[in-house]
């Protein structure tokens, strides 16, 4: 991968911006075998300073948008502007799926998780339980889903455009070749009835790289699935540039994978 000198913020190296194992089981509990695999967690508890070098294991609370100091999910910062996916996908569409979208997520999931301490203190309505802790799956499930979207994704000149030799072993092994996946990975998005995901997962039961289709933010999830690459179809996602034309948008989503961050969920999905 090239120096991604397109960073627009600092790397974020306050004190305890990196997440420790206990703080990852924490900040990713609430969501639950859909959002990370437990595994993974034990992984993510280095800083990005790696990664600013090229290197690996680099992922830190806050790019998972997790403040592990007020102890609240927080939006995270992008590594690029929202130009920088220009023309594959548009400045506007970016700042409001950033700023509005998955800012909204992120309070969603709060405001529920809220809802939910009341309940146990036995101050809020134990008759809405079952609507606040669908709001966690949702809001939670959409604010993991968009943390890895922007992580996965970058400019020209800041991404790696291919995957490792091991992920692309993998990937031959379980799709037959990159053309095999990009094919049915396409096809599964072009497919998503009404908002959704299509995914690129790990399945750690039997080693193997999977494609799935995600309704909502988290309907048709495979319990324990590591999620390695999404691209989001909800319309919100690409209709003020290409209107209908999901396919089209779906296509231009190649051009801006940052593999160097596939690579590295790979890595930490498995444990290594
Ligand atoms: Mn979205």
């Given at each position: 991968?090239?120096?991604?000198?397109?960073?627009?913020?600092?790397?974020?190296t306050?004190?305890?911006?990196?997440?420790?194992?206990?703080?990852a089981?924490?900040?990713?509990?609430?969501?639950?075998?859909?959002?990370?695999?437990?595994?993974?967690?034990?992984?993510?508890?280095?800083?990005?300073?790696?990664?600013?070098q090229?290197?690996?294991?680099?992922?830190?609370?806050?790019?998972?948008?997790?403040d592990?100091?007020?102890?609240?999910?927080?939006?995270?910062?992008?590594?690029?502007?929202?130009?920088?996916?220009?023309?594959?996908?548009?400045?506007?569409?970016?700042?409001?799926?950033?700023?509005?979208?998955?800012a909204?997520?992120?309070?969603?999931?709060?405001?529920?998780l809220?809802?939910?301490?009341?309940?146990?203190?036995?101050?809020?309505?134990?008759?809405?339980?079952?609507?606040?802790?669908?709001?966690?799956s949702?809001?939670?499930?959409?604010?993991?889903n968009?943390?890895?979207?922007?992580?996965?994704?970058?400019?020209?000149?800041?991404?790696?455009?291919?995957?490792?030799?091991?992920?692309?072993?993998?990937?031959?092994?379980?799709?037959?070749?990159?053309?095999?996946?990009?094919?049915?990975?396409?096809?599964?998005?072009?497919a998503?009835?009404?908002?959704?995901?299509?995914?690129?997962?790990?399945?750690p039961?039997?080693?193997?790289?999977?494609?799935?289709?995600?309704?909502k933010?988290?309907?048709?999830?495979?319990?324990?699935?590591?999620?390695?690459?999404?691209?989001?179809?909800?319309?919100?996602?690409?209709?003020?540039?290409?209107?209908?034309?999901?396919?089209?948008?779906?296509?231009?989503?190649?051009?801006?994978?940052?593999?160097?961050?596939?690579?590295?969920?790979?890595?930490?999905?498995?444990?290594?």
């Open positions: 991968m090239t120096t991604p000198h397109a960073r627009t913020h600092e790397p974020h306050e004190s305890g911006a990196a997440l420790g194992r206990r703080d089981m924490l900040a990713m509990g609430a969501l639950g075998a859909a959002a990370f695999a437990p595994r993974a967690l034990a992984q993510v508890n280095e800083t990005d300073r790696a990664l600013a090229g290197g690996r294991g680099i992922i830190s609370a806050r790019d998972l948008g997790w592990p100091e007020a102890r609240r999910y927080i939006l995270p910062e992008l590594r690029y502007a929202y130009d920088a996916l220009e023309p594959h996908i548009d400045a506007a569409t970016m700042e409001i799926h950033h700023s509005r979208h998955h909204g997520y992120v309070s969603g999931l709060n405001k529920a809220d809802e939910l301490a009341k309940i146990r203190k036995g101050e809020g309505d134990a008759g809405l339980i079952k609507h606040w802790s669908r709001e966690v949702f809001h939670g499930g959409g604010h993991v968009h943390t890895l979207f922007w992580l996965t994704m970058g400019p020209k000149d800041f991404i790696a455009e291919s995957p490792s030799l091991e992920l692309l072993a993998h990937m031959e092994r379980d799709f037959g070749s990159m053309n095999g996946f990009w094919t049915h990975f396409e096809a599964a998005a072009n998503v009835e009404g908002s959704g995901w299509a995914w690129l997962v790990y399945e039961n039997a080693g193997r790289l999977l494609i799935t289709q995600m309704e933010q988290q309907d048709l999830w495979m319990t324990g699935a590591a999620p390695l690459l999404g691209v989001d179809v909800w319309e919100h996602a690409y209709y003020l540039r290409y209107q209908n034309r999901r396919g089209d948008y779906v296509k231009a989503f190649r051009n801006v994978v940052n593999w160097a961050m596939v690579d590295e969920l790979f890595a930490i999905a498995r444990g290594v």
